[in-house]
Nanobody, 115 residues
Framework: QVQLVESGGGLVQAGGSLRLSCAAS????????MGWYRQAPGKQRELVAR???????NYGGSVKGRFTISRDNAKNTVYLQMNSLKPEDTAVYYC?????????WGQGTQVTISS
């Protein structure tokens, strides 16, 4: 089992920045993906960004150039720096951990961008 604890959501104005953090604990494999999905009301959950312990990174198309994912493997923690935020970035952001077919999700943190 893996437990995920997220922090850093909140309310900011358009053009502002936020930083999300997610710490994993439990049965952590050395090779894993951690990252973020988001879900806005009435929409499907979509990939925001994910990063492998081997530094492979994938971004969702709508956040490229504005969001940056990073991780501290020693702390099993992943970070999402979100800049130039837009109202359409408003969603619940879910941290995830994935290894060898096991997927775990955080409880979600609300990010709200006001126009």
């Amino acid at each position: 089992q893996v437990q995920l604890v997220e922090s850093g959501g909140g309310l900011v104005q358009a053009g502002g920045s936020l930083r999300l953090s997610c710490a994993a604990s439990g049965s952590i494999f050395s090779g894993n993906f951690m990252g973020w999905y988001r879900q806005a009301p009435g929409k499907q959950r979509e990939l925001v960004a994910r990063m492998h312990t081997g530094n492979i990174i994938n971004y969702g198309g709508s956040v490229k150039g504005r969001f940056t994912i990073s991780r501290d493997n020693a702390k099993n923690t992943v970070y999402l720096q979100m800049n130039s935020l837009k109202p359409e970035d408003t969603a619940v952001y879910y941290c995830f951990y994935s290894d060898y077919g096991h997927d775990y999700w955080g409880q979600g943190t609300q990010v709200t961008i006001s126009s």
